[in-house]
């Protein structure tokens, strides 16, 4: 310990911070900013002004335990149905309680019949559809090209950007659907980007698994 470079605490605090940096959620970033505080705070106290620089420190962290305390106390209130639970949980995990009944409240829950459709061919897609009981077919030019089942999500390929749909979507059963209009989605996002950080990942882990469905269908399929 006797050739220990205080520095290195000064260096360790701004790595945490660096890391904080790239977190989704609030409470993340909170967390790396009252560590990194933390960590600094022994380096302040060997330096110039080391009271100042120490209050400062100790500042930030009680803030940070603060606002996180009242967080996860905000969190802890929250109750969802279960129907609520299984979206957040296929889809909106990386959101906090809070963020996830937020954006949940923004849409609407609906019982649909067979046969209705939902997004149309080179349409933009109105809403994006969460399908939390029944099953769908897309079609493209009238050919059945998939399908999806419960707990899939329904146009979060174009629902953001407004980009035409390449396919039909149409219920083949009686269904149980979550929805948020398009418009509704985009600005709710603008006005929350750290939710929309989160939201993209769990549209890209959505398409990932369509394709893996895709492919799969693709190669149990007999050759001509």
């Known amino acids: 310990m006797a050739n220990f470079d205080p520095a290195l605490l000064g260096y360790l605090a701004l790595f945490i911070l660096l890391a904080a940096s790239f977190a989704v959620r609030i409470e993340y970033v ?3 900013l ?3 505080a933390l960590v600094a705070l022994p380096l302040a106290l060997v330096a110039g002004q080391a009271l100042i620089a120490g209050l400062l420190l100790l500042a930030i962290i009680l803030a940070n335990i603060a606002f996180g305390w ?3 106390l905000r969190n802890l209130s929250i109750r969802f149905s279960s129907e609520e639970e299984q979206l957040r949980a296929r889809h909106f995990d990386r959101l906090s309680a809070t963020a996830a009944r937020g954006l949940i409240d923004q849409g609407h829950w609906i019982s649909a019949r067979q046969g209705e459709v939902l997004i149309r061919e080179n349409q933009a897609a109105p809403s994006l559809f969460y399908l939390s009981q029944g099953a769908a077919s897309v079609l493209r030019d009238g050919v059945e090209v998939g399908a999806v089942s419960d707990g899939a999500l329904i146009g979060e390929a174009t629902v953001l950007d407004g980009a035409q749909a390449t396919g039909t979507v149409t219920l083949s059963t009686n269904a149980r659907l979550w929805f948020i209009p398009a418009a509704v989605l985009r600005d709710y996002l603008a006005a929350n980007p750290d939710i929309a950080a989160a939201l993209h990942e769990g549209f890209a882990r959505a398409l ?7 492919n799969a269908r693709i190669a149990e399929a007999p050759s001509l």
């Open 70 to 72: 009242r967080d996860w």
């Open 30 to 32: 909170r967390a790396g």
């Open 208 to 214: 990932r698994g369509k394709l893996a469905s895709a």
């Open 34 to 36: 009252a560590i990194a």
